[in-house]
C-alpha cells in the first residue's frame, strides 16, 4: 500500500467531489425554471432526458456511455498483462459505428412513434408477448451489473492507489455512486460528460505526448515492450477477432447505450454522431498504449488493474497525478450513472406495475442495481477487470435476435425467441461458469479451430434455435404498435 500524498489526494477530491456535486444540482436547477411535473412526464424526464438531447449532448453522452472504466483501467491492464492482444477493443469499436448507423435510428423511431422508453418495451410490441417483455428486461437488468461492477473497480482502484486502506476505497466508490444517481436523473451524467471527457482528454494527450519522453520515445517504447507479446501470437488471432466481433454486437443492447440512442431528439442526431464518434477510437488506441507505458516506465505489479494509476503517480507530479486519477474516477462515474438509469428505466417500465411515484421507484431500483453490482466486485473472482464487461456481453447477446432480428420482416415466433434465449443463456453462462469467467472457449470443428467469443458462440447457438423453429411454426408479423400485419398467430 502506497503512503498517502496530500497534494494527489486533495487535487483528487476537489475534482471528484465537484463533479457529484455539479451533476446532483443539474435536476435540482432545472426544478426551480421548470414547472413541476408528476407521474410519465416527470418517469420521462428523469429517466430519458424528456428525449430531447441534440447532437452535442448526445455525442458525449453515448461516448460516455460507450468510453469507460473498461477503457482507462480494464483494457491498459490487459494491455499490460498480455500485450497485443488486449487491443481488440480497437476493431470492436469500429465495428461497432455502421451497426450504430443502420439500426439504431430504426430502434428510436419505433421507440418514439410508440412512447416506448426501453428494448423490453420494443420488443412486447413487435412480438405482443408480456413473457419475451419481462425476459429481455430481467436480461438487461441482469447484464449490466457486471458492468457497473467494473465501474465500481475503476473507482475503487484509483482512490486504493491514492492510499486509502482497507474496504474503503470500495465503500466510496458504492457511495458516490450512488448519490451522484439518485439525485440527477439522466441530465446529470449528459451534461457532466462534457467535463469528463475534457479531463481524460487532457490526462491522455499528456500522457502520451510525456510519458514518451521519459521512457526515451517511442522508438524505445516499442522496444522495449517486444518481449512483452507487442504482436499477436499464434493462436490468439481468432479469439482477437471473435471478441471484437460479439463486443460491438452486444455494445447498443446493454440498457445505457441504448438510453442514450433513445434520449436522442431525432434519428438524424444519431446518424450523425455515429458519423462523429469514431474520434473515440483514436483516443481509445493511445490509452491501450498505457499498457506498454507502463512496461517502458518500469511498472511491476501483480494486480493488473492498478497499472494506468501507478504509471501517473510514478512519472507526474503530484498535483497532476490527483488530476489524471480523477478523470479516470469520474470516467467511471458518469457512465455507471446511465447504465445504473438505464436498468431502472427497465424495471418501472417493464417489471413493476404502474407508480404513483416512478420517479422515486426508479431511485430506488437505480440503488437496488448498484447493491448487485457490489455483489459482483465481491462474489464474482475475475482474473482481469475486462472479464466484467465481456461476462454481461454473453448475457445481454441473448436479446439480439428478439431486438434486432425482431425490426425485420422475418416470420419469427414468439416460441422460438423464447427457446433460443433459453438455450442460449444456458450454453453462454455454462462454458462462463466452466472457463472460469474467461470470455473464449475452445472449439475444433476441423474448419476452423482455437479460441473463440463464449459470446459469440452462445449468440450463434441462439440463432439457430431460433430459425429452426420458426421455419417450423412461422409467427406473426407486427407493427412498431404491435398490430398483426401478416403471417400466423404463435
Not at 477493443?89 to 465495428?95: K, S, W
Not at 448507423?101 to 419505433?110: E, G
Not at 447484464?143 to 465503500?171: C, E, F, K, N, W
Request: with cysteine.
Amino acid at each position: 500500500m502506497s503512503d498517502i500524498n496530500p497534494w494527489a489526494l486533495g487535487v483528487f477530491i476537489v475534482f471528484f467531489a465537484a463533479t457529484i456535486v455539479i451533476g446532483s444540482s443539474i435536476q435540482v436547477i432545472r426544478r426551480l425554471f421548470r414547472s413541476h411535473s408528476k407521474g410519465s412526464n416527470a418517469q420521462e424526464e428523469w429517466g430519458l432526458g424528456g428525449r430531447g438531447f441534440g447532437p452535442w449532448v448526445t455525442w458525449f453522452l453515448v461516448g460516455g456511455d460507450f468510453y469507460t472504466a473498461y477503457t482507462v483501467i480494464a483494457v491498459p491492464a490487459l494491455v499490460y498483462a498480455v500485450g497485443a492482444y488486449g487491443f481488440f477493443a480497437l476493431p470492436y469499436t469500429i465495428i461497432v459505428y455502421p451497426f450504430i448507423f443502420l439500426v439504431m435510428p430504426k430502434l428510436w423511431k419505433i421507440a418514439n412513434d410508440g412512447g416506448h422508453s426501453t428494448a423490453a418495451d420494443i420488443v412486447r410490441a413487435r412480438f405482443d408477448s408480456r413473457l419475451l417483455e419481462v425476459i429481455v428486461a430481467l436480461t438487461g437488468l441482469v447484464a449490466v451489473m457486471p458492468y457497473i461492477a467494473l465501474q465500481l473497480i475503476g473507482i475503487r482502484t484509483v482512490v486504493q492507489s491514492l492510499g486509502l486502506p482497507g474496504d474503503l476505497p470500495l465503500i466510496i466508490a458504492f457511495l458516490s455512486l450512488a448519490a451522484y444517481t439518485w439525485m440527477g436523473g439522466l441530465h446529470a451524467p449528459a451534461l457532466t460528460a462534457f467535463i469528463k471527457d475534457i479531463m481524460i482528454y487532457i490526462a491522455v494527450l499528456v500522457a502520451v505526448t510525456v510519458i514518451p519522453m521519459h521512457t526515451g520515445g517511442y522508438a524505445a517504447l516499442f522496444s522495449n515492450v517486444a518481449p512483452h507479446e507487442a504482436v499477436l501470437k499464434a493462436g490468439q488471432g481468432l479469439p482477437y477477432a471473435t471478441l471484437a466481433l460479439s463486443s460491438a454486437l452486444a455494445a447498443f443492447l446493454y440498457p445505457h447505450t441504448l438510453t442514450g440512442i433513445l434520449a436522442s431528439r431525432s434519428a438524424d442526431t444519431i446518424r450523425q454522431n455515429a458519423v462523429y464518434l469514431p474520434v473515440y477510437t483514436i483516443v481509445l488506441g493511445l490509452i491501450a498504449m498505457l499498457g506498454f507505458m507502463a512496461h517502458a516506465a518500469g511498472i511491476v505489479t501483480t494486480n493488473n488493474s492498478l497499472v494506468v494509476p501507478m504509471l501517473f503517480q510514478k512519472v507526474f507530479p503530484a498535483w497532476f497525478a490527483g488530476f489524471c486519477l480523477a478523470a479516470i474516477a469520474v470516467g467511471a462515474l458518469v457512465p455507471a450513472a446511465v447504465m445504473a438509469i438505464g436498468a431502472a428505466n427497465l424495471v418501472t417500465s417493464n417489471l413493476l406495475p404502474a407508480q404513483s411515484n416512478p420517479v422515486m421507484a426508479s431511485r430506488m431500483t437505480a440503488l437496488v442495481v448498484k447493491v448487485g453490482a457490489l455483489l459482483c466486485v465481491l462474489f464474482l473472482n475475475a482474473k482481469f477487470a475486462i472479464d466484467l464487461q465481456l461476462l454481461g456481453g454473453v448475457i445481454i447477446l441473448q436479446t439480439f435476435p428478439a431486438l434486432i432480428l425482431g425490426l425485420t420482416r422475418l416470420r419469427l415466433s414468439t416460441i422460438s425467441m423464447l427457446a433460443g434465449w433459453i438455450i442460449g443463456s444456458v450454453v453462454g453462462l455454462g462454458l462462463c461458469w466452466m472457463d472460469g469467467l474467461k470470455p473464449v472457449h475452445p472449439i475444433n470443428l476441423g474448419f476452423v479451430s482455437g479460441n473463440v467469443s463464449t459470446g459469440l458462440l452462445s449468440l450463434g447457438v441462439n440463432i439457430a434455435v431460433v430459425l429452426a423453429i420458426s421455419l417450423l411454426k412461422p409467427g406473426r408479423v407486427h407493427t412498431s404498435a404491435g398490430q398483426v400485419v401478416s403471417g400466423e398467430a404463435a
